[in-house]
């Protein structure tokens, strides 16, 4: 069966960094591209970053570029995405998600991310 | 990169009747790899449809997928009261994944 659980979200100052981690389980891991989603309070759906399944690949909003960077470690299973410089609008909780090889869509339950002082 | 457009913003119907939300890609969908997702307040969103037309598991067959290429289509055949709620989009086919802005069935 096909898990993937995130940690890391919690409250963080305006300005700080976090970490967020995604565990996945019941699936080659490393054979498939992920992804970062996220959804502000009141606010629709907003893809984050993206990386290859060998990782060499990753793509960023540009509401996010040059302040996350998605990263993976294949002999951990595990996804994650480094946020600094966060702002208020970073608010949001996240979800790891994936295409998978049926054709459908995959996504973790999510980790609450609040940028407050 | 793909920018998705719903329409329309909010369609406002009772319970019994059909709703139809439209979803339109400004390039093509790679393999029709087009999502829908239903959102109540409080909640996560929850998967509807895959690959434009496939139900997901657990989903009842009064919401239908259908379309390719730019244009698809969502179909609720009768509106149960547990219906009204937002929709999103999503194409996943190729990367940078896109959703739509979300598009309201309210009474």
């Known amino acids: 069966e096909v898990q993937l659980l995130e940690s890391g979200g919690g409250l963080v100052q305006p300005g700080g960094s976090l970490r967020l981690s995604c565990a996945a389980s019941g699936f080659s891991f490393s054979s498939y591209g992920m992804n970062w989603v996220r959804q502000a309070p009141g606010k629709g759906l907003e893809w984050v970053s993206g990386i290859s399944d060998s990782g060499v690949t990753t793509k960023h909003a540009d509401s996010v570029k040059g302040r996350f960077t998605i990263s993976r470690d294949n002999s951990q299973n595990t996804l994650f995405l480094q946020m600094s410089s966060l702002r208020a609008d970073d608010t949001a909780v996240y979800y790891c998600a994936m295409r998978t090889s049926g054709g459908t869509v995959f996504w973790g339950q999510g980790t609450l991310v609040t940028v407050s002082s | 990169e793909i920018v998705l457009t719903q329409s329309p913003g909010t369609l406002s119907l009772s319970p019994g009747e059909r709703a139809t939300l439209s979803c339109r890609a400004s390039?093509?969908?790679?393999?029709?790899?087009l999502a829908w997702y239903q959102q109540k307040p409080g909640q996560a969103p929850r998967l509807l449809i895959y690959g434009a037309s496939s139900r997901a598991t657990g989903i009842p067959d009064r919401f239908s997928g259908s379309g390719s290429g730019t244009d698809f289509t969502l179909t609720i055949s009768r509106l149960e009261p547990e219906d009204f709620a937002v929709y999103y989009c999503?194409?996943?086919?190729?990367?940078?994944?896109?959703f739509g802005q979300g598009a309201k069935v309210e009474v």
């Open positions: 390039q093509s969908v790679s393999s029709n790899y």
């Open positions: 999503q194409q996943y086919g190729s990367s940078p994944w896109a």
